[in-house]
């Protein structure tokens, strides 16, 4: 009898796997309570986009569909094609589109870096804070973009530098202090935080005439707020690696935020970039 040999570990897969499995576990309190500014930026975006009513858009990264819901309002003669890689924010974006009785939206399990749409066959294209999770930011872009008409735009939101600090940066010193290995550079939005490096961005993927709206969508809340933030959002992956130390960390970091407000509370400093090129 003989022993084969351990598959190899694809760090890729590995990383997908992970993102996925964080946002199924928070997609029943996405876009809610403290982390409602995810749908405040899908609303500016679906209602900046210039509309005759009868398009065809794709929504990348669509999640709990905070951009694809008003755009369906949008498109009474047309459609959203909304696309994610967790099933969980889809289910929670079909639900919100029954209760709405939106018919013109159709829902995609897909990885965003492989769909599978036949090219230059949508009107528009959107992607909400979702380029920042891939290693290769252009070749995501340019993909997205292969699937818009000519003549048609590709819409990408992030987050600018300073958002969510001095909080996120006290939260990930704190994981440090606990054990946590975390990576140099742990925020992957601030690769598209500045004007340059998305100008950059949209020229290697072959986009033109861009164009960088930034709004301001931050406001006050308490340090529980910004604990939803941290257990709803992107950092529930990191935190929920302490385990059954994750009291003991949120008791930690909150008394540092909660040293960090004012008589309005806790300030949550939430910039965005809304950035749009042409295909």
Known sequence: MTHSEPLPVDPELQRKTAI???????ADAYGAGAC???????EFMANSLPLQGSEHVLDVASGTGAAAIPLARRL???KVSAVDFSAGMLAQSQSRANQEQLANIDFHTFDMTAMPFPERGVDHANC?????FVQDMTQLLSHIGSKVKAGGTVTVS?????SFMPHAGLAINKMREFGLDIPDQPFGWK?????EQLHALFASAGLKDVEIVRKSLGYYTDAEGWWEVIWNAGFRGL???LGDRVDEFKQAHL???TALAGDKGVWLEIDVNFTRGSV
Do not use: I, W, Y
């Open 20 to 26: 996925r499995n964080t946002f199924n576990t928070v």
């Open 191 to 195: 690769r598209m935080a500045e004007p």
């Open 128 to 132: 909400a804070f979702g380029l920042f």
């Open 76 to 78: 009474p003669k047309g």
């Open 239 to 241: 935190v929920a690696q």
């Open 255 to 257: 008394e540092e935020v």
């Open 158 to 162: 992030g987050f600018c530098g300073d």
């Open 36 to 42: 409602r500014f995810f749908h405040s930026a899908g």
